[in-house]
């Protein structure tokens, strides 16, 4: 019986922190869960191509913009169950035994617990915030998604926009998401680097607008200034 997960990862010049988003799913490797590495970069000038290389990924190159990016990976992808990952989220240990029951239970979408990489009460509550949003229905992308093939293709899968394609298809799978007991913990460089406040304002914001219906083209050019 071959492995039934296939990962996929969107990448932009992600070579300091993909190495430690693949030494994560190891154990996932090693337990037979994981059938393939897809890596979906967006035209990296550093040394990303190379590390997906070395660890055996097939990767596909395309202009940069998430959305599409997931969207080829995930129609390459020849797994039973999709695991898609940001590059700077490391799932950690004890992982794949939650993963192992909700293949063997659950028909639905699941997302991971988010933590930063960081201590502190700001990291705290706002990865507190991100949870409790999620079990509303509306998790992101840095918490991973596992989602079977056919339940992918039934939502129709990540819109091809360069912002909030998590967002979209967390809102198409609606009703069908379900929290996983393990933890996705991601990178707090941006968070620290711009503040957590006018960080976490900053998102809030955007997601406001997306759902007011502004041009996606619009906020992610104005989200990477």
Known sequence: M???ISVIIPTLNAEHSLPGCLDGLMEGVEAGLIRELIISDGGSTDATGAIAQAWGADILHAAPSRGGQLTRGCAQATGEWLLVLHADTVLQAGWRKQVQAHLAQSDKAGWFRL?????GFAARTVAGWANLRSRFGLPYGDQGLLVSRDLYAQVGGYPDQPLMEDVAIARALK?????LDAIAQTSADKYIRQGWLKRGT???LTLLRYFAGADVSTLAAQYRR
């Open 115 to 119: 933590a930063f990489d960081r201590s």
């Open 2 to 4: 071959r492995a039934p």
């Open 175 to 179: 009703g069908r998401l379900v929290e």
């Open 202 to 204: 900053r998102n809030l």
